[in-house]
């Protein structure tokens, strides 16, 4: 099947599927091992999702499937088909950021910024997990996402502002 312009040569590992991202459905032919962040970094060019460690350790490659969040470094993307899929670049409304991307910009939580996409996405459904209770929860739920700049007190303030701003939303 021609892919970007080239043909793609079949071999008896590879398979058609649809990716659902951030709304959009992607059908795309891919080697039955890709992982689904390979397949979102190199396929779909959705690059906001960070490769680190590779081995479920880091959390810099954390996104969403139907809300909870993954590592998506473990899952592969044929298992991901049936989801909706969301990363950092789904957050935003338009020009609008959602209110974690505000807070880290406002609480200044990062500094080299490599785990901060994956920080958000855990973040956002820390919140919605309703994981918000103290900074000591905040942490918790929190810690399958490392920080080797350490901006962890400033992380765990901006998901406390996120979710008093969007708990008072709600109402
Ligand atoms: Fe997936 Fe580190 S890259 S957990
Ligand atoms: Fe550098 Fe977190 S800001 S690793």
Not at 61 to 74: E, I
Not at 140 to 145: A, C, P, T
Request: aromatic share 4%.
């Amino acid at each position: 099947m021609p892919q970007g312009g080239r043909e793609v040569k079949r071999t008896s590992y590879q398979l058609d599927i649809l990716l659902r991202v951030n709304g959009t459905d992607y059908p795309i032919t891919l080697d039955t091992r890709t992982t689904l962040l390979d397949a979102l970094r190199e396929r779909l060019q959705l690059t906001g999702t960070k490769k680190g460690c590779g081995l479920g350790q880091c959390g810099a490659c954390t996104v969403l499937l139907d809300g909870k969040r993954v590592k998506s470094c473990l899952w592969l993307a044929a298992l991901a088909e049936p989801h909706e899929i969301t990363t950092i670049e789904g957050l935003a409304r338009g020009e609008e950021l959602h209110p974690l991307q505000t807070a880290f910009i406002e609480r200044d939580a990062f500094q080299c910024g490599y785990c901060t996409p994956g920080q958000i996405v855990a973040g956002v459904a820390c919140i919605a997990e309703g994981h918000t209770n103290s900074p000591h929860q905040i942490r918790e739920w929190m810690s399958g996402n490392i920080c080797r700049c350490g901006a962890y007190d400033h992380i765990v303030a901006a998901i406390e502002d996120a979710a008093r701003a969007m708990n008072a939303r709600t109402g």
